[in-house]
């Protein structure tokens, strides 16, 4: 469905279409896409695209558009991140127009699902290399990728092409792990070692990178040494427990400045208790009020790309693992540059 947005609000019509193009708001001369409204479309009707967003094949004339990275190759505990973006995209049927902050992204951007990557599920750098095409098409075009992952070894591909177009990049990384590890089980690609790679192929301004949420136990006294010897700003889950993150994202605005910035968010930087369905948990984690705080930090910040991964629907009884995930997807939306506010 698409929106013309005017000056004046009218209320949202009927216009007698079918699908995931039902119904049509009027605002001003521009035309948009926008989710139909469950005043009119019954919510589990469609065919399962991000927020009920239409569907189509490339990013052109698109500002922002959502992408599935389908792959848990990279994973080392438990499996399941490939069923991801399928599964957020269900739950993102509840998505509705606006959040409490007054963000209308459907009214200030042209946004749809541009489907998923087809990845190589038997050969990682293969995935990877699959990746990294993919996104060199969507940033070639201008639009900013949202990313439903997919295990986190999807940032590396996705950045290559990222920093390809705008250079070294910030990165706002909220997990419950660094993701900066050398290699594991003679492999240097997997979902632990993602941001080393960035680092050594120069695709991170590392005075501008900010660790969110870091927690667990390690194989070494001190298992962020390497990240703070890069530059790195590393914000254990202790220092975040018992207080709102409004003051420390006023700090890494100011760290990032005026820069692109990526946005990474890996679920199990959220307590178990809140995000169960994900392959590596780690308990004392960050709240879902806490994650809100990290991303609407971020309003204001040259976002080029985004990404939330991890999701494991195996283990994921209740769906609200993959429900949270499509909920803080939203809210990257709802921060990207050209968001208008009410």
């Not at 194989?219 to 790195?232: A, H, I, K, L, V």
Request: glycine content about 10%.
């Amino acid at each position: 469905m698409r929106i013309t947005a005017c000056v004046g609000f009218m209320r949202g019509q009927v216009v007698g279409m079918i699908g995931n193009n039902i119904g049509r708001r009027f605002m001003s001369s521009k035309t948009y896409n926008v989710p139909p409204s469950s005043e009119f479309v019954a919510r589990v009707s469609g065919i399962a695209t991000m927020a009920k967003l239409p569907y189509q094949d490339t990013a052109e004339g698109l500002d922002a558009a959502f992408i599935g990275v389908p792959i848990d190759t990279g994973t080392s505990n438990r499996p399941g991140t490939r069923f991801g973006p399928r599964q957020i995209r269900a739950e993102s049927f509840l998505l509705r127009s606006y959040t409490s902050t007054g963000a209308a992204p459907w009214e200030s951007m042209m946004v749809a699902d541009i489907g998923d990557v087809n990845v190589n599920l038997y050969d990682l750098k293969d995935a990877c290399r699959r990746i990294r095409e993919a996104y060199r098409k969507v940033v070639a075009t201008g639009c900013i990728p949202l990313t439903l992952g997919g295990d986190h070894t999807i940032a590396y591909p996705i950045l290559q092409a990222v920093a390809e177009r705008y250079g070294p990049v910030g990165l706002v990384h909220v997990d419950a792990h660094a993701d900066t590890g050398d290699m594991s089980l003679g492999e240097k690609i997997t979902h632990g070692t993602p941001f080393r790679r960035c680092v050594e192929e120069g695709l991170l301004d590392c005075k501008r990178v900010v660790q969110i949420g870091l927690r667990g136990t390690g194989y070494t006294p001190d298992p962020y040494s390497w990240n703070r010897e890069q530059g790195f700003r590393v914000v254990p889950a202790e220092e975040c427990w018992y207080k709102s993150l409004v003051p420390l994202m006023t700090e890494v605005r100011a760290q990032m400045g005026n820069g692109p910035v990526y946005l990474s968010f890996d679920i199990d930087s959220l307590d178990p208790a809140f995000a169960p369905g994900t392959g590596t948990p780690e308990i004392a984690g960050l709240t879902p009020i806490q994650g809100l705080e990290i991303i609407r930090g971020c309003r204001g910040l040259n976002l080029v790309g985004c990404d939330l991964v991890e999701v494991s629907p195996p283990y994921d009884t209740t769906g609200n693992t993959a429900l949270t995930a499509a909920n803080l997807l939203f809210e990257m939306l709802c921060v990207l540059p050209k968001t208008k506010y009410y």
